[in-house]
C-alpha cells in the first residue's frame, strides 16, 4: 500500500518536472546554444575555456527558458485555440499561469546572476536584454500586430550569438554583428516556410502572419530574398573580414548552394507544401551545421591542416 503510494507520488512529481521543461519550449534551445558556441569560438580564435563554454551555455539555456515560459503565459489563450499548441503546459492546465511566471523569473535571476558573476556584465545584459525583447517587442507588440513580426523578433533570437562573443571578448565587433545578422536574415525563411504549412492554424486565432495576410506568393519571395541576403552574409565572415577561414567559405558555400536550390524551389511551387517542409527541416540542418563549420574552422588543428597541405601543394608546384 505505502509502495503504491510512493510510487504514485514519484510519478506525480516526475510529471511536474516534465511539464515545467515542456514550458520552456526546448527542442529549440540547441540551436540557439550551437550558434552562441560558433561566436565563441570565432571570438576565442579556436581556444575556448571550458569553464567559460560551460557558464555561458548554461547560463544562455536559462534565459532562452525564461523568455520561452513567459512566452506561455502570455499566449495561453492563443496556444489554447491551436492545434499544434493546445497541449502545452498552461493550455492543458498542468501548469498555473502564476507559477510559470515565478518559476521564469528564477530561471532569469539565476542567468543573469551566472553570467555576470562567471563571465562579464555585458554577457549578462545582453541575455537578459533577450528575454525582454523577445517578450515585450515580440510576443507583446509585434506578434499579433503586424506580419513582419518575426522579422523583428527574429533579433531576440540572434542574441546568444552576441552573448557568446561578449562572453568570450568582454566587448562586441563587427563579426559579432556578422553573426548576430547571418541569424536574423535566416530567421524569415526558418520561420515562414513552417508558417505555409501551418497558416491556417494562425489565421484562425488572428494572428497576422505573412502567409495569412498576404497570401502564398509574397510569402515565397520574400523567403526567397532572405534566402539569398542570407547567404552573401555568410560569405563576408571569410571575406572581407576574415574572422573564418578556407573551410569555413566552403562549408557556408556549400550550404548556402543547398539553400537557395531549396528556397527557388519554393519559388516554383508555392502551394507545395512539401517543398515549404524540406525547407522549413533544411533551415534547422543549415544553421547547425554552418555554425559547427564556424568552431571547426577555427581550431588551431585546422589550421595546422590546411598549412601543411598548402605548404605541400607549393612543395609539389
Ligand atoms: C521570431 C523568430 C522565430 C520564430 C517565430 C520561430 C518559430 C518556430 C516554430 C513555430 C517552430 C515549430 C515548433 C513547434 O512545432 O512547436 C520552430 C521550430 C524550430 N525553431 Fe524556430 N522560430 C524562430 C527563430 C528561431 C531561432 C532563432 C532558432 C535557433 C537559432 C530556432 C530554432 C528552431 C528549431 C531548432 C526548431 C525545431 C524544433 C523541433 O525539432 O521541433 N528558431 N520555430
Ligand atoms: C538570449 C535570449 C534569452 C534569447 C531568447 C531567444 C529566443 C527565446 C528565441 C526564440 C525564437 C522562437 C523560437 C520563437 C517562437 O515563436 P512563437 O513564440 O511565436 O512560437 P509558437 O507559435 O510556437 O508559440
Keep these: 500500500m505505502i509502495e ?24 529549440i534551445i540547441p540551436l540557439l546554444l550551437i550558434t552562441t558556441a560558433g561566436s565563441m ?7 575556448v575555456d571550458p569553464l567559460l563554454l560551460l557558464v555561458t551555455l548554461t547560463g544562455g539555456t536559462l534565459a532562452a527558458a525564461s523568455a520561452q515560459t513567459i512566452n506561455c503565459v502570455y499566449d495561453r489563450d492563443i ?38 558573476v562567471f563571465a562579464n556584465l555585458l554577457a549578462a545584459l545582453l541575455a537578459f536584454s533577450g528575454i525582454v525583447f523577445y517578450i515585450l517587442v515580440y510576443t507583446h507588440w ?26 568570450v571578448t568582454g566587448t562586441l565587433s563587427w563579426s559579432a554583428w556578422l553573426i548576430f545578422a547571418i541569424v536574423f536574415l535566416w530567421t524569415p525563411p526558418h520561420f515562414w516556410a513552417l508558417a505555409l504549412m501551418i497558416k491556417d492554424d494562425y489565421a484562425k486565432v488572428g494572428i497576422p502572419m505573412l502567409p495569412v495576410i498576404e497570401g502564398t506568393t509574397v510569402t515565397v519571395k520574400q523567403i526567397w ?28 558555400g556549400i550550404l548556402g548552394g543547398l539553400f537557395i536550390h531549396k528556397s527557388w524551389r519554393l519559388l516554383q ?8 517542409k524540406e525547407l522549413f527541416l533544411f533551415s534547422i540542418s543549415y544553421m547547425m551545421l ?10 588551431p588543428v585546422t589550421h595546422n591542416l590546411i598549412n601543411a597541405v598548402s605548404n605541400h601543394l607549393h612543395f609539389i608546384a
Excluded at 569560438?41 to 581556444?47: L, N, P, V
Excluded at 554552418?290 to 581550431?299: E, Y
Design 290 to 299: 554552418l555554425c559547427l563549420g564556424m568552431v571547426v574552422d577555427s581550431l
Design 41 to 47: 569560438w570565432i571570438a576565442a580564435k579556436g581556444e
Design 79 to 116: 496556444d489554447y485555440d491551436m492545434e499544434r499548441t493546445r497541449h502545452r503546459p498552461i493550455p492543458s492546465g498542468k501548469v498555473q499561469p502564476r507559477d510559470a511566471l515565478i518559476f521564469a523569473i528564477a530561471l532569469a535571476t539565476i542567468s543573469f546572476t551566472l553570467l555576470a
Design 225 to 252: 530574398y532572405y534566402t539569398l541576403v542570407t547567404v552573401f552574409a555568410t560569405v563576408l565572415l571569410f571575406y572581407p573580414l576574415g574572422a573564418s577561414g578556407i573551410l569555413y567559405a566552403a562549408i557556408a
Design 142 to 167: 509585434l506578434k499579433r500586430h503586424t506580419p513582419q513580426n518575426i522579422v523583428v523578433g527574429g533579433a531576440a533570437g540572434a542574441i546568444p550569438a552576441l552573448v557568446g562573443w561578449a562572453a
Design 4 to 27: 503504491t503510494n510512493v510510487s504514485r507520488h514519484h510519478e506525480t512529481f516526475l510529471q511536474v518536472v516534465q511539464s515545467y521543461y515542456q514550458l520552456t519550449k526546448p527542442r
Design 269 to 276: 511551387n508555392p502551394e507545395d507544401r512539401a517543398v515549404a
